[in-house]
Each structure stands twice: as structure tokens, then as C-alpha cells.
């Protein structure tokens, strides 16, 4: 018997292998298409993909929707995805004709699709009937559209922020009332865990007899033990891909910054905001660790310094809202790597004091601090770069888990700006893996 077993397993194994040739050297690359309506050099063309692509074993288009009343999976941006101008959908699946190793995945749901009225992620889940539109609904676009597979980023509620154990806990009462991370309370988080875990399964065998994947995104927030069930849900996935990042945010935490995305817990943070806590969640659920990748964020997190900031710039340190928006991505508390590592350089004005992470354990930060002379505000920046994105690769490595996915190409330095070449965070990943 336990020979039989071991042979079983032994078959099973070898079977793994042969279904993914890359088990444990996942590049996974996420590009949010809506990049190419960013003005001037943020702009973020199909064309800017390729270079890309030689770095990347699988290609994860974000994103696709869910209609409200059909709950039938859709494109949210018809003009760019499927429309006859631009048809990205079918482009971006042409690229195999120039690179066959990749995948192109589509991935629904990603913070993309609004649904704070309808709460439509969950009533999705709720019944048969609205599991089988969505699922027929998405059989179809990736057929049409040729793609390799599903991804489902699922937009599940997110937790409450959670009080850092820090030396300003007074200021959380008041932060918690403004902003409120995760508002909505589940009241059927079972109901909706085992619906999920239903619609998983039952959309696995369409894509099965297609010879299609089915990825799952953990979406930043998502309490996996509460709507992820690990152990039913890896016989019926490929991967699964932590997007263990924005673990501190300037919306959900803006009156202190720390390190957006480490891989362990530091002193006195919540032990679960961080990759390896992740990670622990689902190997002890049964997922095997090839079928497991760690998000790596190519944009970083910034804050806003007063003269209330430390000027040590030694995280957490009191901050005030996000940082100033950048030139690129006009986002305030957001900066992609290439905006960042433009100011890190020696001739850049208003550069920033770069502070790397010998203990590989927490990540890069740099700043800028306030200036009493001109009361000008300072700026405090997490982010990754080619150093900590190597680590996370390395983590995964050590770790025997199946690689990375990073978030996104168009945050990557994707014109090599800062060091010649072009999309360091992902040459970076993919080097140590
Ligand atoms: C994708 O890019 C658009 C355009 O810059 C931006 O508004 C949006 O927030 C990005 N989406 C995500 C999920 O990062
Ligand atoms: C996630 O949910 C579990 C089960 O309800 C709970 O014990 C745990 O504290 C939650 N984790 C976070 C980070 O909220």
C-alpha cells in the first residue's frame, strides 16, 4: 500500500511537472491596459509590452468585469479591449506568434471594477444560476479571444485596518473613523466562501476539456482564511498569486508610513501583513508550493512628511495622506519605479535619501524630508528595486513556491530611463529564480 502510494505520488509528481514547465520559475506579468491612457511618457503602448516578454513566462491582462444584472463576465473597457480601434484583446494574444513560450491570461475583477452598490463579486457566488452565466459568459470571451486562461482576482470585501502595535496608537481612533478600511461587513462570508469554491471547480472543468488555466489573484486586504478554502480550491487551480503588497497604504493608513510590502513581520507590525504569513496560510492548507507566487509590486507607496515627521525617516514614521502625485502616473501617494529611481539619482533636484535593506527582509525606502527653512513638504517612498525584487525571487527559491508575478509592467521602469535597460524589476525576479 504505501509503495502503491509512493508510486501514485511519484506519478502525480511527474505528471505536475510535465503539465507546468515552469513550476517553480513562474514570471507572472501583470499589464493594467488602462496604462495607455496615461498622458506623455507615462503612456504605456502594446508595442511597450515586447521587451517584456522575453522576462516573462505568463502574461496576465488586466482586467475584465462582471455586468451587475447579467453577472456575465465582460470587457470594462470595450474601446480599448475588443473594440475595432484597438482590439487588445486579440493583439495581445497574437504575441505568441512572435513568443510561443507565453501564456496570456485574462484576469477579472482587480480593484478595476467597481461594485461598492452591488457587492456583485459576492451575490455572484451566491447561486448556481449567476455561477453558470458568469461561468459560460467567461468561457466564451476566452475563447473568442484566444487566450491561454482565467485569471480571477475577486474583489472580496477587505479587512478592517488594523492598528499597528506602534508608539501612536492614539491617532488610530480618529484615522479609523475617517477613513474605515473595509466599511462592509459579510454577513454570509461562509456562504460565500463555499460559492466561490463552487464556481471554481465548475468553471475549472470547462476550462479543462478547452485545455485552458485557471489562476486565482489574492487581492491586497483579502482575508484568505475567510473566503479562500486552500485545501478544495488547489486541485482545481494552476497557481495561485499573493498580491502580498499595499499591506500599509496612504488611504488606509495616512497618518503613518511604513514598509508597504516586506516579506517578514518587523517589530511590532501585524504579524499577518506580510508575505511569508501569506505564504503560511496556503502551504498549510495543502496548496503545493508550485502553485504558489508571490506579488511583487513595481510601484511604490509614498506619504507626505510635515514638519510632525521624524526626521530620521526610520519607518513608521508620521506622515500626512499620500505623497505628492508623480509626472507619470498622476496619482497622488503612488509613484511608479520609474519615477522613483529618477530621483534617486545624483543629479536629480529634489532628490531623495535612499535608505536599502541589507536584512533583505523588509524592503527600500527613500525620502525626502520636510523643510523648515521653505515649510516645503517632504516625501516618504516604499518601493522595490532591482535588490528586494531579487529577494522576493530568491524567498521564492528558498521556499520551493512556483516564482513571481509582478504588478504591473507599465509601473516597471518599461523605458529604462534609470539604468539603460528597460523593465529592471522583472530582469531583476527573473535572474534569481
Ligand atoms: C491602471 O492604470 C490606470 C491609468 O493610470 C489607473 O487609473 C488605475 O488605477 C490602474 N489600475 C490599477 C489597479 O493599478
Ligand atoms: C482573518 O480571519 C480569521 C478568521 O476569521 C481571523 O482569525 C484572522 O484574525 C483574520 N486575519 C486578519 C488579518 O484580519
Redesign the pocket.
Known sequence: MKLLLAVIAALTVSLGAALDPHEHNKVVCYWNSTSFERPGPGKFQIDDLKPAIPFCTHLVYGFAGIDPNSFEAIPLHPNLDTGAGYSFYRIVNQLRQTYPHLKVYLSVGGNADPDYDTHKYLTVTETPEARNKFINSAVRLVTEYDFDGIDLAWEFPE??V?KQRSTFGNVWHNIKKAFGGGKYKDEH?EEHRNGFTNLVRDLKVQLRSRNKALTLTVLPHV????YYDARLLAPNIEAVHLMAFDQITPERNPKEADYPAPIYESYNR?P??NIDASVRYWLEHGTPGGKIVIGIPAFARTWKLTSESQISGVPPIVADGPGAEGPHTANPGVLSYGEVCTRLTESHVGRLRRVSDPSKKYGSYAYQSYNPETSADGIWVGYEDRDTAGNKASYSKAKGLGGVAIWDLSTDDFRGICAGDKFPIVHAAKDKL
Request: proline residues 0%.
Open positions: 479587512t478592517k488594523k462570508e482575508n484568505a482564511s475567510i501585524v499577518q501583513d
